[in-house]
């Protein structure tokens, strides 16, 4: 018997899986990663987005930059009365926006778990779309996995699930184990600038900053007069101020307090508490030419082997293999 090709199941075959990219250091390269994120994987059709990493691991400001002008329920420092009743209010509420963010942690403290699911799937069902912060904890009791997820710890993973995975709580154990080398990462290298400057007179202004698993790298255009016995200083007073387990401690959007300095600083919420929690750092005693961006780069390693001894041109290989 003849069937209509129309009558037949859709043959629609997805090949992509996941994709990582290293979360930058900072709010406003979190805003711009998140605006070219959009571009290359939100569609229209996607109506559930899930976001899944510790507090303070830049879920907010990823978000701003995947949805901007998106009201958050909990803006850091701002609480919005009525975004804490959302899931209460009832199907009336669903025409004020397409979109609606919830985060699950902030949520749950003012509603229950069954009201926060029958919201999701009435707005879904109402064809809104719904931005859930820490989707780990809901995916369960809602009974579905996300149409997209991002995941934030040292790495940004972006994953489109199908039926066989991954499930966000394997992601997040992921995110959740890296983000201590992000923040291990971000306070070696304000001690790095610290020591610069000390010896060599060496600031901010002439370098910036770029990624490499479990550590860091700053990239000077103008190659800095920096031996291999200026490196080993270097190292020996990094390693120094490590020692003296000084306090790290927020000041303000701009500005980190290190021991009694302060010091600029464009993600001063993702640190250590003291430089004593900093573990295995070494230092590359060599610069590393970077013919792409005519750069040359100083690279700082959290690892149990010397960042010397590492294989430094295939150290993000060998992370990705890792996972």
């Given at each position: 018997?003849?069937?209509?090709?129309?009558?037949?199941?859709?043959?629609?075959?997805?090949?992509?899986?996941?994709?990582?990219?290293?979360?930058?250091?900072?709010?406003?390269?979190?805003?711009?990663?998140?605006?070219?994120?959009?571009?290359?994987?939100?569609?229209?059709?996607?109506?559930?987005?899930?976001?899944?990493?510790?507090?303070?691991?830049?879920?907010?400001?990823?978000?701003k930059?995947?949805?901007?002008?998106?009201?958050?329920?909990?803006?850091?420092?701002?609480?919005?009365?009525?975004?804490?009743?959302?899931?209460?209010?009832?199907?009336?509420?669903?025409?004020e926006?397409?979109?609606?963010?919830?985060?699950?942690?902030?949520?749950?403290?003012?509603?229950?778990?069954?009201?926060?699911?029958?919201?999701?799937?009435?707005?879904?069902?109402?064809?809104?779309r719904?931005?859930?912060?820490?989707?780990?904890?809901?995916?369960?009791?809602?009974?579905?996995?996300?149409?997209?997820?991002?995941?934030?710890?040292?790495?940004?993973?972006?994953?489109?699930?199908?039926?066989?995975?991954?499930?966000?709580?394997?992601?997040?154990?992921?995110v959740?184990?890296?983000?201590?080398?992000?923040?291990?990462?971000?306070?070696?290298?304000?001690?790095?600038?610290?020591?610069?400057?000390?010896?060599?007179?060496?600031?901010t202004?002439?370098?910036?900053?770029?990624?490499?698993?479990?550590?860091?790298v700053?990239?000077?255009?103008?190659?800095?007069?920096?031996?291999?016995?200026?490196?080993?200083?270097?190292?020996?007073?990094?390693?120094?101020?490590?020692?003296?387990?000084?306090?790290?401690?927020?000041?303000?959007?701009?500005?980190?307090m290190?021991?009694?300095?302060?010091?600029?600083?464009?993600?001063?919420?993702?640190h250590?508490?003291?430089?004593?929690?900093?573990?295995?750092?070494s230092?590359?005693r060599?610069?590393?030419?970077?013919?792409?961006?005519?750069?040359?780069?100083?690279?700082?390693?959290?690892?149990?082997?010397?960042?010397?001894?590492?294989?430094?041109?295939?150290?993000?290989?060998?992370?990705?293999?890792?996972?």
């Open positions: 018997m003849h069937r209509d090709l129309c009558s037949r199941p859709k043959r629609v075959q997805e090949h992509w899986v996941l994709s990582h990219y290293f979360a930058p250091r900072g709010k406003e390269r979190l805003l711009a990663l998140g605006e070219q994120l959009c571009h290359l994987h939100l569609s229209f059709t996607d109506r559930l987005i899930g976001f899944i990493g510790d507090s303070g691991s830049g879920k907010s400001s990823l978000i930059g995947i949805f901007p002008g998106l009201e958050l329920s909990n803006d850091d420092d701002i609480l919005n009365p009525r975004k804490i009743m959302q899931v209460r209010v009832g199907m009336e509420n669903l025409r926006a397409s979109t609606y963010h919830i985060d699950m942690r902030f949520q749950t403290a003012f509603a229950q778990m069954y009201e926060i699911v029958e919201f999701v799937q009435k707005a879904l069902d109402s064809g809104k719904v931005v859930v912060e820490h989707f780990n904890l809901l995916n369960q009791a809602l009974g579905r996995n996300a149409d997209l997820l991002f995941a934030i710890g040292e790495e940004i993973i972006v994953t489109r699930p199908s039926v066989f995975g991954p499930q966000p709580q394997v992601i997040y154990d992921l959740h184990h890296s983000l201590l080398y992000r923040k291990m990462a971000h306070s070696a290298e304000e001690v790095t600038a610290m020591a610069l400057e000390e010896l060599f007179g060496i600031t202004r002439q370098y910036y900053s770029a990624d490499i698993h479990n550590g860091y700053l990239k000077f255009n103008d190659k800095p007069s920096l031996g291999t016995d200026d490196l080993i200083r270097l190292e020996k007073r990094i390693l120094e101020l490590i020692d003296a387990d000084m306090e790290i401690n927020y000041y303000d959007e701009d500005h980190i290190l021991g009694d300095q302060i010091i600029p600083c464009d993600g001063p919420r993702l250590m508490s003291s430089t004593g929690e900093i573990e295995n750092f230092l590359l060599r610069l590393i030419y970077d013919a792409r961006y005519d750069a040359y780069c100083l690279v700082g390693l959290l690892d149990p082997n010397d960042a010397n001894e590492v294989d430094i041109s295939n150290r993000n290989t060998y992370y990705f293999m890792l996972q």
